[in-house]
């Protein structure tokens, strides 16, 4: 193979070399912006989840007086309910 036939093959693959490059810098890319979307998303989502912990335990709260509450409630009637009868 003569010298400029080597440096034409040379040439051209440096070409393909650098369109591959560009090609892999365009993923790279891509999946960086994705990634930061999906970042993004996680944050939201952890908010959610702590927000959603928070209602509940409110919630739990609240049911948790209002069984207090009954249970009292039934149990005064019953011992109201003991002492007619005795």
Do not use: C, H, W, Y
Not at 41 to 60: D, N, P, T
């Amino acid at each position: 193979m003569k010298p400029e036939e080597r440096f034409e093959r040379i040439e051209r693959q440096t070409e393909k070399n650098t369109e591959a490059m560009k090609d892999l810098i365009v993923v790279a890319r891509s999946i960086t912006d994705a990634q930061l979307k999906t970042d993004g998303q996680i944050g939201e989502l952890r908010q959610s989840i702590a927000e959603l912990r928070e209602a509940m335990r409110e919630a739990q709260k609240e049911t948790d007086e209002r069984l207090n509450i009954l249970i009292d409630t039934v149990d005064r009637i019953i011992r109201r309910n003991g002492k007619e009868s005795a």
